[in-house]
């Protein structure tokens, strides 16, 4: 009897504000899920990268992510692609998948054949992102996990959206006001969520993916929730990138890694 052949492969997605990675393996033609992480590298993704390549290194590895990601000699692929390969084989049966992540929102339309047909960005303003919400919440002395899980007294105060310095300015007067800050919490919730509505007020679409880092807080998946006839969450959202990456490197040919040449010398910035 043959001895089935294992092998492992590993994919990453470099975030703007955090990292993910989802190792698989192949049984034959078998894909299993074996593990999944994801850390916050506060700006600084190079420490996290040495720290993933100082463990045992799988057969294959791909990254994908926005800049950082070409500064690896590693494989990589767009972002788009490795979103495309993992609604593939999680069979998302949907018309729009929504990437809310930290820096921006991104809404990918998928045409008949559930291909990725085009993609939409929000404006370069950092309101309606995931990381100027955590910035706002760190203003109020709250971790993530206490701001999306406190109850909230009343009406959620009106927060402007179009830029983040009235954003910014809007939460600090409310405080100043002795509004509550479950009431300022749950307006910027509202607000960043009415940005992702509005991105999609120009497509016809029934049902929706939400993907990224933003659908661990449930105050903005209610509001969504109340506006799409159906909105999915996978259980995969958090790691969603990382899983096409590996995906892509069960299929096709890698470049092989040198642990002592990790990274390109050359330069890039984030968006701040």
């Known amino acids: 009897m043959k001895t089935p052949t ?7 997605n470099i975030g703007a504000s955090s990292i993910s990675t989802v190792e698989l393996q192949k049984c034959d033609e078998q894909i299993t899920i074996l593990s999944n992480k994801t850390v916050a590298h506060h700006g600084n993704p190079r420490k996290i990268i040495e720290e993933i390549f100082r463990g045992e290194i799988p057969d294959k590895i791909v990254v994908t992510g926005r800049k950082f990601r070409k500064l690896l000699n590693i494989t990589s692929i767009p972002e788009p692609e490795a979103v495309e390969l993992a609604a593939e084989y999680l069979q998302l049966d949907t018309d729009i998948i929504i990437s809310a992540g930290g820096e921006n929102f991104i809404i990918y339309l998928l045409d008949k054949n559930r291909k990725i047909s085009k993609c939409m960005t929000g404006n370069k303003c950092a309101s309606g992102t995931g990381e100027f919400f955590l910035q706002q919440i760190k203003r109020m002395d709250l971790s993530v996990e206490e701001a999306i899980d406190i109850d909230d007294e009343g009406a959620a105060y009106k927060i402007s959206g179009r830029c983040s310095v009235f954003c910014k300015s809007d939460c600090t007067h409310a405080l100043n006001k002795g509004i ?5 919490i749950s307006g910027l919730c509202r607000m960043m969520a009415n940005k992702i509505i509005e991105l999609t007020s120009h497509i016809s679409c029934e049902r929706a993916v939400i993907i990224g880092g933003v659908t661990r807080n449930k105050k903005i998946l209610k509001t969504l929730h109340e506006h799409f006839n159906e909105l999915i969450v996978p259980d995969q959202s958090a790691y969603f990138e990382a899983l096409g990456a590996a995906l892509y490197s069960t299929k096709n040919q890698v470049s092989e890694i040198d642990i002592n040449s990790l990274f390109r ?8």
Do not use: A, D
């Not at 509550?180 to 300022?184: P, R």
């Not at 010398?265 to 701040?272: L, N, Q």
């Open 6 to 12: 294992l092998s492992r492969y590993l994919g990453i």
């Open 265 to 272: 010398k050359e330069h890039v910035s984030f968006t701040f």
């Open 180 to 184: 509550s800050k479950s009431n300022v």
